[in-house]
């Protein structure tokens, strides 16, 4: 193992209740209401191009109205998650022991690039990823496993070398794609939908080291 590629909604930081409080915020905007089943079919894990065209019964946009809609709505989930930005228990302590292992370690999310320097810089990460990947940096979103690959050639690594961390079906359906192993983080789905998806659940970093990883992969050599 040479690589520990980290998904950040829901996985660096539990952003997804703030995300929702958003989206029915900006839904009521529009006039429209958003229900919990709502959110998990329609906006979970889905690129904010899908979102809005859920949003507006599927309306023609111009690029320029869907990257501006999302960003009004980015901004206001800014503005709600400021004072409550943490992240996922035993993340730092993990991070620390996978840098003192030697093993590369990047962010590879959906989210624009003004949520990923918020989220990281907030936290106070930024030291200990070797690489940050937003959605402007690929053309294809997740599930396709585009950002993954990208994020692995930043590193110089292969996907066998290769963990990802993933909260989402979308997103774990990306890392899949990509060739690396997937371990589900069970902050937005519960583990009994993730198990048969994955390689391994946790439902914290409190449950994570580089010592299990070895244990549930010792094929892969630190």
Known sequence: MKAVIFDMDGVIA?????HQIAWRKYYERYGKTLSDDEFVEYISGKHNNHIIAHLFDGKPLTADESRQLAYEKEALFRELYKDAVQPVAGL???LKSLKAAGIKTAVATSAPVENLDFVIDALGFRPYFDALLNEGLVTNPKPDPEIYLKAMD???VTPAESIVFEDSLTGIKAGKSS???VVGVSTTEPEA????????VIRDFTEMSP?????LFPEIVF
């Open 154 to 156: 930043m590193l110089g």
């Open 193 to 200: 939908t993730l198990r048969p998806l994955v390689d391994d």
């Open 211 to 215: 010592e299990r990883l070895q244990a």
């Open 14 to 18: 539990d952003t997804n209740p703030h």
């Open 179 to 181: 060739g690396a192993r």
């Open 92 to 94: 730092e302590t993990f």
